[in-house]
């Protein structure tokens, strides 16, 4: 295989596998005011004590990726997208220091809830417009553009729409991980984000379509339609089983991964409207990657800490699945 493409589908993997994994703890963060008491609180954290700085190592890994393979993408994305950059990791930061004093607090807890939910929801917004930046083609690189070029109403509508999707994830996380009242109000909220993320979803695909002419020849041209139709076909089905798995009496389980299942298929139509541009209109893969002697030398490290990783994360998930039962013990 190509090498460069190669990187290219272990980039997409290690963004989505933590678009995924710190989308839910973050998403909790997010939903913090619609859980008013202390133990449902206490209970949302036990849920992800053991995982949500382990979820973060999919960051690390997807941004080594792209410094070693894709040098080019990178110089360009990070001095253009500096000030959301710097500014979610302050928030991620703020967020973990939260997440830490929280356990040990008492008079001060109220405060670092209002800080884990404050670092969770800036650094989601971010991310979000982050990703609006590069999808709409901000220029990249060295240039006369301001701190603030980033910032577009499309920028803007997708830092929202990332906060929705994770608080989503977040509702059938804590379905898969609660009883009664807890669960209860996750399912509720939850139905309610299933029918914003779908509209939310069409709105994105749409204003894509109208504003980007190659992303509209994507789709449209010849039979392009017919064979790319599944990718929102599967979705609108894979919303309506979502939503009738958190109705009445909610399904504990297939919630989350229909939830993971809309990530994928939202993932994948992403890429299929920008391929092979790593920046659109700017870089394609293969103008962005590294000499094939880098990618070469890359490769013995990846192929042994890549499976590492994957096998100590599903380890983790594993010793502690199942529902957190007592908020004072965790597991």
Known sequence: ?????????????????????????????ILYPW????????????????????????????????FAAFPAAYAGILSTLYTPIIIMLIGLIFRGVAFEYRFKSHRSKPWWDKSFWLGSTV????????LGAVVQGVEAGPGELGALAWLSPFSIFTGFSLMVAYALLACCYLVLKSRDPVLA????LGRRLVVAIMVILLVL????VLANEEVSARWFDGLNLLWLSPLP???????????????????????FWLACGLFLLGFGGLVVSLFPY???????????????????FLLPGILIFLPLICAYTLWGYRIFSGKVEDFEEGY
Do not use: K
């Open 278 to 296: 790593l920046i659109p209109h700017q870089l394609t893969l293969w103008q962005a990657s590294a000499p094939d002697s880098s990618l070469l």
């Open 185 to 188: 109000r996750a399912a509720q």
């Open 205 to 208: 695909s749409l204003w894509m």
């Open 233 to 255: 076909l599967l979705s609108a089905v894979l919303g309506f089983l979502l939503y009738r798995d958190l109705d009445g009496e909610p399904h504990e389980t297939r919630p």
């Open 1 to 29: 295989m190509d090498l460069a493409l190669f990187y290219y589908l272990l980039l997409g993997f290690a963004v989505l596998m933590y678009v995924v994994l710190d989308g839910f703890d973050l998403g909790l963060g």
């Open 35 to 66: 859980f008013q008491s202390e133990g449902e609180r206490d209970h949302m954290m036990r849920s992800i004590s053991h995982v949500w700085d382990g979820n973060e190592t999919w960051l690390v890994f997807g941004g080594v990726v792209l």
């Open 123 to 130: 650094a989601t917004f971010c991310q979000g417009a982050i």
